[in-house]
């Protein structure tokens, strides 16, 4: 019997509010978003299990050794409560060993008639509506790059369905393609049920470029869960 081949290192890196919300519409349609919450560490174990298991023989298994999650903060003074309960998930998943980025949600205020933005009795800018998250997909390619070009990095699995990250995943190819030694391969991983009324399909490259997705079920999202109360 021939050995096995050395398990891959790999790192997760996680577009949260994408991954969240695309398990919710999936598994839990109609049904609020905090019933869908992700603990990234334990959706990062679970899929690279679920990766493991659909390898032809002979196709070398992965573990985790990163964890990077990005998401966006809602300003406390527009916020606040979820604001508090953003800042303790991320502590709560930073104790379990996970890398987690937080950038401030970005919002549109109410303005005068001369477009000076409208301030409360408190001398607070008031919002209109809902802040809306800017730069995730940035900071989510900024360390998909990174992370590909760590030695102790042999695969970057990135999970999210947002198109705006495509161009990550034909430049850590293309870099893979010049020198396989230097660069960790790039695959992704994608929330799919096939007994669900929206299948949503998973983020590809551009162009001829081929590389391993991993759908994951309900099994997964049920494996990822985040029941605290925060």
């Known amino acids: 019997m021939l050995p096995e081949p050395p398990k891959l290192r790999a790192a ?8 969240h919300l695309t398990a919710r ?8 978003p905090q019933v869908a919450l992700i603990d990234p560490s334990l959706f990062a174990r679970a899929a690279v299990q679920e990766r493991n298991k659909r390898q032809r023989k002979g196709h070398p298994h992965a573990t985790v050794v990163k964890v990077f999650v990005a998401r966006g903060l809602p300003h406390t003074d527009h916020e606040r409560e979820q604001n508090a309960r953003c800042t303790a998930q991320a502590e709560q ?59 102790t990095i042999d695969v970057v699995l990135l999970a999210s369905r947002d198109t705006d990250l495509v161009p990550v995943l034909d430049e850590i190819y293309d870099m893979r393609g010049i020198d396989p030694t230097a660069v960790a391969a790039i695959e992704t991983l994608t929330w799919d049920d096939r007994a669900a009324a929206l299948r949503l399909g998973s983020l590809r490259p ?9 759908n994951l079920d309900r099994r997964i999202f049920e494996a990822s869960r985040d029941r605290r109360a925060y």
């Open 12 to 19: 997760v890196v996680i577009d949260y509010q994408n991954v």
């Open 25 to 32: 519409d999936i598994f839990e349609p109609g049904q609020p």
């Open 93 to 151: 998943w930073r104790s379990q060993g996970a890398e987690v980025y937080l950038r401030d949600l970005k919002y549109d205020y109410e303005r005068d008639a001369s477009g000076r933005p409208i301030k409360d009795i408190n001398g607070k800018t008031t919002p209109k509506g809902r802040g809306r998250e800017k730069g995730i997909d940035v900071a989510c390619a900024v360390r998909a790059v990174r992370l590909a070009v760590q030695p």
């Open 206 to 214: 551009s162009g001829n470029r081929r590389i391993w997705n991993t």
